[in-house]
């Protein structure tokens, strides 16, 4: 039995009937919204322990997903929550859906920040914990990879820093089994600054797309910049892929010419050329501990 059956056909922990959330949970204070979800520090009221209630916005997640209904079956954001347990990855307690039919998800209560907001600040502590903080995305990509998903949002938005300055993959809502139905070419969905580029032309996509988007997100923790001018449309940001991008070294002369290596050839527009592998990336990026 695949992966993907056991996750389909096994017992799941989300509740069988409808929740009430406004009777479930007390609400405390919004923590963020997405593009396609709303999340809340609530009480829950079954436990009385706070958690991370997130609520997924009904018509966006029902748009995504017709996007898939020709491909055949696709696990939604808590089935796959739910499957991981890993230390760099936020833990998800259960799943359901509202009586308002909106889907939610209940995970561990995080505090902290995301790394999109220490890039923005160019701050002493991204600076002195950049390469450790890699790492860990590192090692908790390789764990999602090797539980045979493309992730396609790798991105500082969706990753959190701890107040113990450990790193959480938090955001699942675009990921896609790995499997040769969802990796034919067509659909695009993403942030276009962190999308690779046989993605942006309809290509076959799999898993090193992700390793594009993990190579831009290193590229911005030493830089505080993109690799290409940034765009606001797909069309835009395909033109960038006709030039190299920029040498990290040109604009941040103080990243290691090792650190420069690794993170330039995860960028490499093929993709056969890229790291074949995040986990590759990854042991490369250890090895690069201790340069002056």
């Not at 908790?140 to 493309?150: A, C, L, N, V």
């Amino acid at each position: 039995m695949s992966i993907f059956s056991k996750l389909f056909s096994r017992p799941s922990k989300s509740t069988k009937a409808k929740v009430d959330l406004d009777r479930r949970f007390e609400k405390q204070h919004k923590l963020g919204k997405g593009t396609m979800s709303q999340v809340w520090q609530a009480i829950d009221r079954t436990t009385g322990q706070p958690v991370a209630l997130k609520i997924l916005d009904l018509e966006k997640t029902a748009a995504f997903e017709r996007r898939f209904v020709k491909v055949g079956p696709k696990p939604t954001e808590g089935q796959v929550s739910l499957s991981f347990n890993h230390p760099r990855i936020v833990k998800t307690l259960s799943h359901g859906v509202a009586t308002t039919g909106e889907q939610f998800l209940v995970q561990e209560l995080l505090h902290g920040q995301n790394l999109a907001t220490y890039i923005d600040r160019r701050s002493d502590v991204l600076v002195q914990n950049r390469l450790e903080w890699m790492i860990q995305v590192g090692q908790g990509m390789t764990y999602f990879h090797s539980r045979q998903f493309i992730h396609r949002d790798l991105c500082p938005p969706n990753i959190f820093i701890t107040d113990q300055l450990e790193v959480k993959l938090i955001d699942f809502g675009l990921v896609v089994p790995n499997t040769p139905p969802f990796q034919a070419p067509g659909n695009r969905t993403g942030k276009v600054n962190y999308m690779a580029p046989e993605l942006l032309k309809r290509l076959k996509t799999d898993q090193r797309i992700d390793v594009f988007s993990f190579a831009v997100t290193c590229y911005q923790m030493c830089s505080g910049k993109f690799p290409w001018p940034s765009g606001n449309t797909l069309d835009e940001v395909q033109s960038h892929f006709s030039n190299p991008p920029t040498d990290l070294r040109e604009i941040a002369p103080d990243v290691g010419k090792r650190l420069t290596t690794v993170i330039m050839r995860g960028l490499d527009a093929n993709p056969t050329q890229r790291w074949q592998s995040i986990n590759q990336m990854t042991a490369f990026l250890e090895d690069c501990r201790g340069e002056g």
